[in-house]
Protein backbone atom coordinates (compact mmCIF):
# COMPACT_ATOMS: atom_id res chain seq x y z
CA UNK A 1 0.00 0.00 0.00
CA UNK A 2 1.26 3.45 -1.30
CA UNK A 3 -0.17 5.27 1.81
CA UNK A 4 1.80 3.15 3.79
CA UNK A 5 5.37 4.31 2.40
CA UNK A 6 4.33 7.87 1.76
CA UNK A 7 3.68 8.41 5.45
CA UNK A 8 6.87 6.93 6.98
CA UNK A 9 8.33 9.91 8.86
CA UNK A 10 11.45 11.10 6.94
CA UNK A 11 13.16 12.22 10.30
CA UNK A 12 13.01 8.82 11.65
CA UNK A 13 15.04 7.48 9.18
CA UNK A 14 13.26 3.52 9.40
CA UNK A 15 14.16 3.44 12.81
CA UNK A 16 11.50 1.00 14.25
CA UNK A 17 11.53 2.64 17.63
CA UNK A 18 10.75 6.19 16.52
CA UNK A 19 7.92 5.22 13.49
CA UNK A 20 6.42 3.16 15.77
CA UNK A 21 6.08 6.05 18.40
CA UNK A 22 4.64 8.49 16.06
CA UNK A 23 1.44 9.09 16.52
CA UNK A 24 0.61 10.66 13.50
CA UNK A 25 2.44 8.05 11.40
CA UNK A 26 0.07 5.22 13.31
CA UNK A 27 -3.21 6.99 12.47
CA UNK A 28 -2.69 7.59 9.02
CA UNK A 29 -1.74 4.32 8.28
CA UNK A 30 -4.67 2.93 10.30
CA UNK A 31 -7.06 4.79 8.41
CA UNK A 32 -5.00 3.73 5.06
CA UNK A 33 -5.52 -0.51 6.77
CA UNK A 34 -9.17 0.28 7.55
CA UNK A 35 -10.31 1.56 3.98
CA UNK A 36 -7.75 -0.70 1.95
CA UNK A 37 -8.37 -4.09 4.01
CA UNK A 38 -11.19 -6.42 5.18
CA UNK A 39 -11.30 -7.51 8.32
CA UNK A 40 -8.56 -10.47 8.12
CA UNK A 41 -6.56 -7.99 6.77
CA UNK A 42 -6.95 -5.41 9.14
CA UNK A 43 -5.88 -7.97 11.67
CA UNK A 44 -3.04 -9.20 10.00
CA UNK A 45 -1.58 -5.58 9.85
CA UNK A 46 -1.65 -5.07 12.92
CA UNK A 47 -0.07 -8.19 13.93
CA UNK A 48 2.60 -7.39 11.86
CA UNK A 49 3.31 -3.96 13.39
CA UNK A 50 2.90 -5.08 17.06
CA UNK A 51 5.89 -7.79 16.16
CA UNK A 52 7.94 -4.65 14.96
CA UNK A 53 6.61 -2.45 17.77
CA UNK A 54 6.80 -4.42 21.17
CA UNK A 55 9.96 -5.23 20.93
CA UNK A 56 11.19 -1.43 20.98
CA UNK A 57 8.76 -0.76 23.84
CA UNK A 58 5.67 0.30 21.68
CA UNK A 59 2.68 -1.72 22.98
CA UNK A 60 -0.41 0.94 22.60
CA UNK A 61 -1.01 0.52 19.06
CA UNK A 62 -4.48 -0.48 19.28
CA UNK A 63 -5.01 2.74 21.27
CA UNK A 64 -3.88 5.34 18.52
CA UNK A 65 -6.01 3.58 15.73
CA UNK A 66 -7.60 6.18 13.88
CA UNK A 67 -11.42 6.87 14.77
CA UNK A 68 -12.18 9.03 12.10
CA UNK A 69 -10.36 8.89 8.22
CA UNK A 70 -10.61 12.11 6.79
CA UNK A 71 -8.11 11.36 3.97
CA UNK A 72 -8.54 9.24 0.40
CA UNK A 73 -5.92 6.84 -0.54
Partial sequence: MSCI????????NLNPQCICADASFISTISCCVSTA??????QAALGYAQ????????????SLKASVCIESF
Fill in 37 to 42: CDTAGQ
Fill in 5 to 12: SQALPASC
Fill in 51 to 62: QICAPVGVTNLV
